[in-house]
């Protein structure tokens, strides 16, 4: 089986359109992603993500919640990574970035905020979820890291 957005499985996505409708379980906040960026040093970062945003087919936006050490990453070298599993349908994308900018207020800024405020009432953390920016990336390469049951 070939998994969307593809045409040969893993690592065959370089030119392929994002195909954000068969992603959605990407970004329901259910499963949180993961982003690694490095300092201009080499020095890398991981963190977890509250939620992953889709903004158009080349651009997702990541919010900036808990991002210290992640910001000073992407001020200093833009491009990262993020890891994140869908949660319809179990597949595992990762995502080559590049930062553009963070929208602090805006349709984008308080789209991604009531997503994360939805999520955040689901677990009682509604203190904990304070959104700073919608940082905005545009998407170099995607990749199906794996599928349950193959390809």
């Excluded at 089986?1 to 992603?23: I, K, N, V, Y």
């Excluded at 997503?115 to 979820?129: G, K, P, Q, W």
């Amino acid at each position: 089986m070939t998994p969307p957005g593809t045409d040969a499985g893993p690592g065959a996505t370089e030119g392929m359109r994002l195909d954000l409708e068969a992603m959605r379980g990407c970004f329901d906040g259910v499963v949180p992603p993961v982003i690694a960026t490095c300092s201009a040093d080499g020095t890398p970062n991981l963190t977890h993500l509250s939620q992953l945003f889709p903004v158009d087919a080349e651009h997702l936006a990541l919010s900036n919640q808990f991002f210290g050490k992640t910001s000073a990453n992407l001020a200093e070298n833009p491009r990262s990574s993020v890891l994140v599993t869908d949660s319809i349908t179990d597949r595992t994308y990762r995502f080559e970035l590049r930062f553009e900018r963070t929208e602090t207020s805006g349709p984008l800024f308080e789209a991604l905020r009531a997503s994360i405020d939805a999520v955040a009432s689901l677990t009682n953390m509604e203190h904990v979820f304070a959104l700073r920016g919608a940082d905005v990336h545009r998407v170099l390469r995607w990749t199906l890291v794996s599928s349950p049951g193959g390809w």
